[in-house]
């Protein structure tokens, strides 16, 4: 597997660490599991796409995070109705139970993603003027994390991050 390729699978996996550290530690440890059969040899790649489908199917199933409030993401890149979506369907897919993600930017939102900054808006920003990496969606579970942090599932100061 290219270097560049075990970077970007490890960034990812941190991202999945950060949402979901139990679902992270079950994929970990049916893989150390699997591997343990010596009829049985893995590939890199093909752990990786183990851990990423253990972990995806354990978010489908669960009902995580239903012990608290969701973090309400909204999702505004300001031109790009197609990159709109395709962060939509990105973060729906990978969020489960976790984040609710819309289109609209409403009171309850917690974190404004886009590609400009809004200086009148006192919530997390999250500003992507590119096609964000693995590492700008690791960060962006940290920000989800530290608003899961908060008792009131929001955020009481402005972040402003920039990819």
């Known amino acids: 597997m290219p270097a560049a390729a075990q970077r970007d699978n490890e960034e990812l996996r941190q991202f999945f660490m950060q949402l979901y550290p139990v679902f992270n530690n079950l994929a970990n440890t049916f893989i150390e599991q699997i ?22 199917a354990l978010i489908d199933v669960s009902q995580a995070g239903t012990n608290t409030r969701p973090v309400n993401i909204c999702v505004d890149f300001s031109e790009d109705a197609r990159f709109n979506q395709y962060v939509l369907t990105v973060m729906n897919t990978f969020g489960g139970n976790v984040i609710r993600v819309k289109h609209a930017l409403r009171p309850e939102t917690d974190i404004y993603v886009s590609d400009f900054k809004a200086p009148n808006l006192k919530m997390t920003q999250v500003i992507w003027p590119n096609t964000p990496t693995p590492h ?21 100061t402005q972040n402003h991050r920039t990819a």
């Open 136 to 156: 700008d969606w690791v960060e962006l579970a940290q920000d989800i994390r530290n608003c899961q942090s908060d008792n009131t599932g929001s955020t009481a």
């Open 35 to 56: 591997e343990r059969h010596p009829e049985i040899i893995l590939t890199d790649s093909a752990r990786v796409n183990l851990y990423f489908s253990y972990v995806t």
